[in-house]
């Protein structure tokens, strides 16, 4: 038999450059199995434990590489659990495509076992990019299409196969009326700013005393011209959930994570400037910038589409950021007065005893902050970091100290849960010869993180560096929710809803021949992460952690305080804890200097 279609499919993901697609199998991509075991696994077919998990593990992928990550599912069901992991790629702007099946052509309209309007179902999250091949001429430009389209738009494209298709003979696109032909591969455009919207927003700059910035992720890559610019200034750096790696923490100048899960040197600066330049940030909190008659703005946006949308800039600069930046740079002139930046750094050191003094602060039975703390003192200086939505994501934004080349992502947009485990599992296939850690909820872990601790187990012998650990919060309550139902809806805590079963999921990992450690007690913490790092195996770190230490915000508003009182009052389960965690978690702001571990 000749080429098929599903045969041209692989050989042009082989010339992309893909070399492992995240899936799962179903009778809609059959015929693209087939081919599979014909192409002995080129590129490689990387099973996941379910759809979600391989849409994921595409999204952790092109994150963290910087390629477009590749995934594939069956028709119907397949493809409708793979959206969720789609709308994180679309709204964190990640490139992702998407190879689904659907049912044959010729049963296309008859009400068929699992056949879907596929097309409708992917529109809006694929809506740079949909289409469906009906015939082989279509290919290669479809495939094309999407990579393309996914790389220059950061965002998911799919494809849509009857399943038919892909059993057909393979014919290319011929030299006649109505084929479109195609040809491989894209060179990057930098996107260079108007110089007289250069010139006009460093009149702006230069007008300020008390220059704030703020970065997201669209300023990764940039860090000698963000350096260069503050010191210039004068400026501090606040870094968006999303940027959290943007910049070293270890610059005395970079003041943290900015909003609900920011910091209080965050908070100081973005109260307190006069100016606010913003870089790659799409950051929607605008409570949480200066207060709009307060400073004047300028933002840095490769997207026209998004920018200006958060603040009232004077000048919205539409270009790369890396290139607007040296384009700014020679424009600007050095601020002298260094009194604005000497306040920001003594914030930012006044703000790093605090999270010390909290982290080490005592629990019952482990605080989960010092969970945090407690890596960032061994971090590996190469480590990749994942962190699920929930409680996990609060500490993850204020006591990871990342340095050097550490990474670290989580579902800044869409914040769904479960992402963290298949994020790790994504990082690794990107960066096999480094360690991936991923903190989780034991919500999330239940949720789907102990399935995938299997594709772990399947896996891991195929990376340089087996490290893959995982980090389970577990006090049995769904924990982010809790608090929000205190803090914003003055409701006790509803145990109905937000209780959890127990699970020893130390076990579990034993089970499926990992290695699992269980954490009853804060002596037993650092001793746990040192065994995990230099473990020859995956390892999942079990910690029971207290569920009444509050995820503090740097600055708790008068509506908050009495949500929070009225829940308590209203019969929490929890009230006692809460009180006295939260009473022991404030007063560690007013006290100097750092904690040991035995006070």
Known sequence: MGETVADQVLARLREWGVSQVFGYPGDGINGLMAAWADADDDPSFIQSRHEEMSAFEAVGFAKFSGQVGVCTATSGPGGIHL??????AKLDHVPVVALVGQTERSAIGGAYQQEMDMHSLFKDVCSDFVQMCTVPEQIPNLIDRAFRIAM???????????????ELPYSPPQHEFKHVHSSLGIEPDTADPDPDAVARAADVLNAGSKVAMLVGQGARGCTDELDQVAEILGAGCAQALLGRDVLPDTL???????GLLGTTASYHLMRDCDTLLTIGSNFPYAQFLPEFDQARGVQIDRSGKLIGMRYPNEVNLVGDAKRTLRALLPLLRRNEDRSWRDSVEKNVARWQSTAQRQAMTDADPVNPMRIFHEFSERAPSDAIITADSGSAA???ARHITFRDDMRGSLSGTLATMGAAVPYAIGAKWAHPERPAIAFEGDGAMQMNGLAEMLTVARYWRQWTDPRLIVVVLHNNDLNQVTWEQRAMSASPKFPESQTLPDLDYAEFARGIGLDGVNVGSPDELGDAWDRALASDRPTLLDVRCDPNVPPIPPHAT???????????????????????QGAKLKVQQYLPGTKDDNS
């Open 252 to 258: 005395p100048w970079v003041t943290g994570s900015i």
């Open 394 to 396: 609060n500490w993850y």
């Open 152 to 166: 220059t738009e950061r965002a998911p494209t799919a494809v849509i196969f009857p399943s038919d298709v892909f």
């Open 558 to 580: 008068l509506e908050q305080a009495k949500s929070l009182s009225t829940a308590l009052v209203k019969g929490d389960e929890d009230a006692w804890g809460i009180v006295k």
């Open 83 to 88: 959206l969720n992991g789609l709308y994180d």
